[in-house]
């Protein structure tokens, strides 16, 4: 079903391609004063909308009388987006139900009526849907992403948009956050990396502290958050869970750290196969559908340990000391942005490998042949440059 919609969807954008019927903007001044209606699109997960969040702050900084709408994201990502204060209005795109080509269509109705002057498109749905979308609008000014190679994976498909930014010729070049940014240089704007607070509301704290308390956790102890999974569609990201476990082992033994290992819904399994192998009972927390609930938890950690997950990248965001454990994927593309974050991988020639596609490695050595002590050492000496404190 997905080779014919993109098929469909790339025959109608490459016919409307070939009407002259959009002025492009390459090397025009754009009067950005006259821009009261924004609408930026990313339909994906919680480390992409990490990454867009400095764009979405310089966005609403510069544009300070326009109303900002955000169309997209999954459910985590509309959450996270929805504490930061950068947006006027958050609009689900429709992904699921036998209805929801009817109910796109209804949406493309509704943003027409509300005359945007500006849409902008994310790298991550740069491709013909979004394209269509975009230009369906009706928008005068369009960005987004043009990319050259077949490297991007079927991002960047730009022919509608009217301003566009050229995805680097090399995969591995810029992190993700970059590209987002250039936005803004093309819009001849300010460029710089700024992130939001994030506003918790009562509850969420509440919840932390007495989910903590009643797991033996008091304030002052050296909390370590540990994520072992890496979502249902992603498992080639993982770490094995055996030698996450001789870890928890060993920052128990060497700091007498609490460990809070957390996941989700998919994530059980891992989560009751690590309880499992540890040599002591561990708290476990199992996030539903409740990301706020978990982000507060991660906020109470002394330090985090995962896998490239966007459980990682709330833990950077957050500010709290973050160690990723790399594989498949690039620490120069979507690695943690965080000052106090280190990534850990195995150098090899084949390593990284991921092209926005599923991994389907024989070996997965990148990950297998990483060793306990290998990232032992390396997050001791994290622990100790930090000088992170602990007790018993």
Not at 63 to 89: C, H, K, N, P
Not at 354 to 383: G, M, N, P
């Amino acid at each position: 079903m997905g080779v014919v919609k993109n098929l469909v969807l790339g025959l109608i954008y490459y016919l409307l391609s070939l009407f002259p019927f959009k002025e492009r903007y390459y090397g025009k001044r754009i009067d950005l004063k006259k821009i009261r209606r924004l609408l930026v699109i990313q339909v994906s997960g919680i480390g992409d909308m990490i990454f867009l969040l400095p764009l979405l702050k310089a966005l609403k900084d510069s544009f300070t009388d326009a109303y900002l709408t955000f169309l997209g994201g999954g459910e985590g990502a509309r959450q996270i987006l929805s504490r930061t204060g950068l947006v006027d209005e958050i609009i689900p795109y429709p992904e699921k139900g036998r209805e929801r080509g009817v109910r796109k269509i209804l949406l493309v109705n509704e943003l027409r009526k509300r005359k945007f002057d500006l849409v902008i498109t994310s790298y991550v749905n740069s491709n013909y849907e979004f394209a269509l979308f975009s230009f369906f609008t009706g928008a005068p000014l369009r960005v987004g992403y043009e990319g050259k190679r077949r490297i991007w994976g079927g991002k960047g498909k730009g022919r509608l948009y009217n301003l566009v930014v050229e995805l680097p010729s090399f995969l591995y070049e810029k992190h993700f956050v970059e590209i987002n940014l250039d936005i803004l240089s093309l819009l001849g704007m300010e460029r710089r990396e700024e992130y939001p607070s994030f506003h918790w509301e009562g509850e969420e704290v509440r919840f932390a502290e007495e989910f903590l308390k009643k797991g033996g956790v008091e304030k002052g102890n050296f909390l370590v958050g540990i994520h072992p999974g890496s979502g249902e569609k992603m498992q080639y990201k993982r770490w094995p869970i055996e030698k996450f476990a001789s870890l928890i082992d060993r920052l128990r033994e060497q700091y007498k750290a609490k460990i809070l290992v957390l996941g989700g819904r998919e994530e059980r399994e891992v989560v009751e196969d690590l309880r499992k192998l540890v040599k002591e009972p561990i708290l476990t927390y199992i996030g539903e559908d409740e990301l706020l609930k978990t982000m507060a938890l991660i906020d109470r950690c002394s330090l985090f340990i995962s896998n490239d997950t966007g459980l990682m990248h709330i833990a950077s965001f957050l500010g709290i000391p973050t160690v990723a454990i790399f594989g498949p994927t690039s620490e120069v593309l979507s690695g943690p942005r965080g000052k106090n974050s280190v990534v850990i991988r195995k150098s090899l020639p084949c390593s990284p490998c991921y092209r926005f596609r599923e991994v389907k490695c024989s070996h997965l050595a990148c990950l297998d042949s990483l060793t306990v002590e290998e990232v032992w050492t390396q997050v001791k000496e994290f622990i100790d440059r930090l000088r992170l404190s602990y007790t018993q």
